[in-house]
């Protein structure tokens, strides 16, 4: 099975990276030779990582690279292909525009599944002319390590394609959880409040950033703390689906909290932008503790 992966950043080369490592032929496709390296290489260095702790050796690493093709031409990079992940920029329009070109360029019984983390499945299937065969393959950050993959059924999603995306998942040493297609399908319906209340609960000064993050680490056993891991995630990301949740629902419930839409505004996106709700400067993390962040005072 040929495998085509639309967008080289974070999420695309740790997918690219996932199914090269697992045998299969992956076509990798940026408009942006630069950003398609630059993908390569962080490839390289995170098969680095699982050659140094042994879980992989120098051999399966070679040929995992040799796995990846680089394409910047959608239409040669997709046309032999029998699944397409799009990881794209998370991005309505961009999305819509891609899966019209997708439906014309790929093979009639290719596969069209998009890595969204929030826009409807259903939505991005109305703009193709095979809607039974588009559908959500939600892989998490980072994708070579994290087990999920969240399975999204659109309004069409046929159970044939359902069934061959979950097998799919299970060859790439994953485990598929198939959900339906509603705002922020499950992990961002319950992800992303609890990130944007932990930020009001900063926003109110009940507790500073490391105090937060630490009653959930220790507390709760996360991995990361919820604003760090906004940061991971990305400010912009995190805010773009708080959106789809309020607009999705009408339940403001979902509204975003005002300091995130600050922070975001004045382009204080987390870790890619070296400054969220920590500073990642010198490659240490420390948390950015400061009046700013503080609701203001009457
Ligand atoms: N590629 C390959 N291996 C990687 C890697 C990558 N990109 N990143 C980390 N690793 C490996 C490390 O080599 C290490 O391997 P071993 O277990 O074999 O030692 C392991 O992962 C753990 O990494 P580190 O030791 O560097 O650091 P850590 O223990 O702090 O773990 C983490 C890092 C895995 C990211 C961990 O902090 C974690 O699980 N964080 C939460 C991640 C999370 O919640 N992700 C979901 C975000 S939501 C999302 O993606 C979807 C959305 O729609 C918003």
Do not use: W
């Not at 705002?183 to 500073?208: C, D, K, Q, S």
């Not at 070296?274 to 950015?288: P, V």
Request: glycine content about 8%; hydrophobic content about 40%.
């Amino acid at each position: 099975m040929k495998i085509a992966v639309i967008g080289s950043g974070t999420m695309g080369n740790g997918i690219a990276h996932t199914f090269a490592q697992f045998g299969f032929p992956v076509n990798l496709i940026d408009i942006n030779e630069q950003a398609l390296n630059n993908a390569l290489n962080t490839i390289s260095k995170n098969l680095d990582r699982q050659v140094a702790k042994g879980s992989l050796s120098e051999a399966e690493k070679s040929t995992t690279l040799s796995n990846i093709t680089s394409f910047t031409d959608l239409k040669t990079g997709v046309e032999n292909v029998d699944l397409i992940v799009e990881a794209a920029t998370e991005n309505l329009e961009l999305k819509l525009k891609i899966f019209k070109d997708l439906d014309q360029f790929a093979k009639p019984e290719a596969i069209l599944a998009s890595n969204t983390s929030s826009i409807s499945i259903t939505q991005i299937a109305s703009v193709t002319q095979r809607g039974a065969q588009v559908i959500g393959m939600h892989f998490m950050n980072p994708v070579p390590v994290m087990k999920l993959v969240e399975v999204i059924r659109g309004y069409a999603t046929s159970d044939e394609t359902t069934s061959l995306v979950m097998d799919l998942s299970k060859k790439l040493n994953k485990i598929p959880v198939e959900v339906n297609d509603y705002p922020g399908f499950v992990a961002n319906r319950i992800l992303m409040p609890m990130i944007n209340e932990a930020i009001y609960t900063l926003y109110e000064g009940v507790a500073g950033v490391h105090e937060i993050d630490q009653v959930m680490k220790l507390g709760m056993a996360h991995p990361m703390g919820p604003l760090q891991l906004a940061d991971f995630i990305g400010l912009d990301v995190c805010l773009a689906i708080l959106k789809v949740l309020h607009e999705g629902f009408g339940n403001p419930k979902y509204a975003p909290c005002p300091l995130l839409v600050n922070m975001v505004m004045s382009g204080n996106k987390g870790v890619k932008s070296g400054e969220g709700f920590y500073n990642y400067s010198n490659g240490i993390k420390e948390a950015t503790v400061s009046p700013k962040f503080k609701k203001p005072s009457n």
